[in-house]
């Protein structure tokens, strides 16, 4: 079993119900061929870097799971097939993405209200 992490881009003409009812889709997906799903986040609607499909925005969202690497091309496939999805992007983890992933998910990344104070103090 290998660790993945996969973003998709859902198109932003979705109401809020159909975008998490896609994610569920691909979360069912993936435990239904073996994955083991370690972290989901829907980063919700944001700003495109350039338009897709006529449109400058989308559903950001976010899967990290482990699983055999046969499950990437038909989960890629699916991808392909759903016009709801305008962009994807499944990568391979390695132990430093892993580390950096554990960190992020625990918030140590996050500064403090009252760290911020202390710098704008100093």
Avoid: C
Avoid at 23 to 44: C, P, S, T
Avoid at 75 to 95: A, I, N, Q, S
Avoid at 104 to 117: H, I, P
Wanted: net charge positive.
């Amino acid at each position: 079993m290998k660790n993945y992490e996969t973003v998709f881009i859902l198109t932003p003409v979705l109401s809020d119900e159909q975008m998490k009812d896609a994610v569920k889709k691909y979360v069912e997906l993936l435990k239904k061929m073996g994955a083991r799903i370690v972290n989901e986040e829907i980063w919700g609607l944001k700003k495109l870097a350039y338009q897709i499909q006529h449109k400058s925005t989308g559903f950001y969202n976010l899967i990290e799971f482990e699983a055999e690497p046969s499950v990437i091309d038909k989960l890629e496939t699916e991808y392909r097939r759903d016009e709801r999805v305008m962009r994807f992007l499944t990568v391979t983890l390695d132990k430093h993405a892993l580390a950096y992933n554990e960190k992020r998910r625990k918030g140590e990344f996050k500064k403090k209200k009252s760290e911020d104070k202390k710098e704008v103090a100093a």
